[in-house]
């Protein structure tokens, strides 16, 4: 039960040039999504997030688009760096419960050519 | 800056005997996860613990797990009898508030290996 989903298992971009990762989601409950960053042997850290009350969060180099209708969000890295190379977690939250725990997906690894 | 830490970073374990991963969250925390990662797949939610019980748990956390906050400033997750299909990298998680705009902060993860 894939609740939220990364179909792009890896990216590679040029420095400098836009990177753009994908997340689809299927329960219309969730209403706060996040996008993590993780290097290898570290733990994720947190990168931005979007309410569902929004279709765009902006935090310098980095935006977050939501979709609602189309259960979709991406991120827009621009413009890319080699340090942002990391695998990229999109995650939600907001299904109840007194945690709120984040359902994550699979993850997409960003490969920034210099 | 604050931050969760985790250890070991490593430990491996035979099959069947039992394993104590250790995390100390963020001080002024109230809220407090595990998740796992087994290799090349999501991570996934384990436990979440407030008010020193549990909160919420995934089909995943049976009665070989157990976590515990035994003296105000750990967070252990037990695992009673370990199976090869526990090998994964654990992560420990804890946040300010329980509100889903709140950020979770991750420790670096214990890499559990069951041979």
């Known amino acids: 039960d894939q609740q939220v989903k990364q179909n792009s298992p890896s990216l590679s971009v040029q420095e400098g040039r836009i990177s753009i990762l994908n997340c689809d989601y299927t329960n219309s409950m969730f209403d706060y999504f996040l996008w993590y960053k993780k290097y290898p042997a570290e733990g994720p850290t947190f990168l931005i997030s979007?309410?569902?009350?929004?279709d765009k969060n902006e935090d310098g180099r980095f935006t977050v688009f939501l979709n609602k209708s189309a259960k979709h969000l991406s991120l827009h890295i621009v413009p890319s760096q080699p340090g942002d190379s990391a695998v990229y977690f999109c995650a939600a939250s907001g299904l109840g419960g007194a945690t709120n725990k984040l359902i994550f997906g699979t993850g997409t690894l960003l490969a920034v050519q210099p | 800056e604050p931050e969760v830490t985790q250890t070991p970073s490593h430990q491996v374990t035979q099959m069947g005997q039992e394993v104590i991963l250790r995390c100390v969250p963020i001080s002024n925390h109230l809220y407090f996860y595990w998740y796992r990662q087994i290799l090349g797949q999501k991570v996934e939610f384990l436990v979440s613990?407030?008010?020193?019980?549990?909160?919420?748990k995934s089909e995943i956390f049976d009665d070989q797990f157990s976590v515990e906050r035994p003296d105000g400033s750990n967070f252990t997750l037990k695992i009673r009898s370990t199976k090869l299909e526990d090998s994964a990298m654990y992560f420990c998680?804890?946040?300010?508030?329980?509100?889903?705009?709140?950020?979770?902060?991750f420790g670096q993860g214990t890499r559990l290996t069951v041979v």
């Open positions: 998680a804890s946040r300010s508030t329980g509100t889903p705009n709140t950020e979770a902060f």
């Open positions: 979007i309410s569902s009350i929004k």
């Open positions: 613990f407030y008010n020193n019980e549990i909160s919420e």
